[in-house]
């Protein structure tokens, strides 16, 4: 069994004069939480349908464990648990009702489907709602029901299309934490949004669309370092933090110096090496440091300088 799950080659689609994706290529390890990040109309939405075989590509192949999607459309959709950025909720069904329509559409066995909805409702915290009509949830509840009705058939692969879009912030992190224990349960997660802080926290890779082009792909770090010039140290003192910054400005190598939440923000342009000749300098000047810490990359600063913020 191979690393990797998911392997899309050069899908190209296009919509009469409109190329929505053009060659697009990833990979995705088994296990990771994967993102497709771009603005609307970028070609998120396109790429999803064309992995969960809802639409077909003009060019392009996709493979999962190594078998492509045109061979056995029955274990493709097996495998695959698919929740569109519009779903649909059948209002006059109960919870309990709604699952057990998809797992009947799957063909679970009638003896099987009572004891997965009850733990489909509790994966997503609706156990106290299983005989509640779907009309009378809340929108971040039937977001959690519609991401269970994916689940039922229990897929490797999960691709979620903004699946947040339209959430309160309380409920948008409830979603996060829910798709981290989802990927500890070992699934593998494909999740699109143009809004980059609800991938930020819970992306290994990602892929950055625009104009239906790939313009990165890969580890969020891996891609900063190469495009972002600077690495941010933070550094926390006991005392005398004006002296620290005006002995950190005069450094060769410090690019900016800013005081965040009672500490030392710094922009820094050298290596590994130089980092810690400034961290020996310090100290040796007698200041009081009491920690020091690297930033992980901005995912944001890295989507900055990638994109011009064009759309289709």
């Known amino acids: 069994m191979s690393e990797s799950l998911l392997e899309v080659r050069n899908l190209r689609k296009r919509y009469g004069k409109l190329l929505?994706?053009?060659?697009?290529?990833?990979?995705?390890?088994r296990g990771a939480v994967f993102g497709l990040i771009g603005p609307n109309g970028a070609g998120k939405t396109t790429a999803l349908r064309i992995i969960a075989s809802v639409l077909e590509p003009d060019e392009g192949e996709i493979f999962l464990d190594g078998r492509p999607v045109n061979g056995d459309k029955a274990y493709w959709a097996g495998r695959i648990g698919f929740m569109p950025d519009f779903f649909g909720v059948y209002p006059d069904l109960m919870t309990w009702e709604y699952l057990d329509f998809f797992a009947r559409a799957y063909s679970i066995p009638a003896a099987e489907r009572s004891a997965i909805i009850d733990r489909l409702l509790e994966l997503v915290e609706l156990s106290g709602k299983k005989n509640s009509y779907v009309q009378d949830l809340?929108?971040?509840?039937?977001q959690r029901?519609?991401?269970?009705?994916?689940?039922?058939?229990?897929?490797?692969?999960?691709?979620?299309?903004?699946?947040?879009?339209?959430?309160?912030?309380?409920?948008?992190?409830?979603?996060?934490?829910?798709?981290?224990?989802?990927?500890?349960?070992?699934?593998t997660v494909l999740i699109s949004s143009h809004i980059l802080l609800e991938l930020a926290e819970i992306c290994d890779q990602v892929a950055i669309l625009e104009k239906g082009e790939l313009v990165a792909v890969g580890d969020v770090d891996a891609i900063g370092q190469t495009l972002l010039p600077t690495r941010r140290l933070l550094l926390r003192a006991l005392s005398n933090?004006?002296?620290?910054?005006?002995?950190?400005?005069?450094?060769?190598?410090?690019?900016a110096v800013?005081?965040?939440?009672?500490?030392?923000?710094?922009?820094?342009?050298?290596?590994?090496?130089?980092?810690a000749d400034l961290i020996h300098r310090l100290v040796s000047a007698g200041f009081p440091l009491v920690s020091f810490s690297e930033a992980e990359t901005d995912l944001e600063e890295v989507y900055m300088s990638l994109t011009k913020g064009e759309t289709q």
């Open 20 to 29: 929505a994706l053009a060659g697009v290529s990833f990979t995705i390890p």
């Open 138 to 142: 809340s929108r971040g509840m039937q």
């Open 145 to 187: 029901l519609c991401l269970a009705h994916a689940l039922v058939h229990d897929p490797d692969l999960l691709l979620l299309d903004e699946p947040a879009s339209g959430l309160d912030p309380r409920a948008r992190v409830a979603f996060r934490q829910l798709v981290k224990r989802l990927q500890g349960l070992g699934k």
């Open 241 to 255: 933090l004006p002296a620290l910054q005006k002995a950190l400005v005069a450094e060769p190598n410090v690019l």
């Open 258 to 275: 800013r005081e965040v939440a009672g500490a030392l923000q710094v922009d820094f342009a050298g290596e590994e090496a130089d980092v």
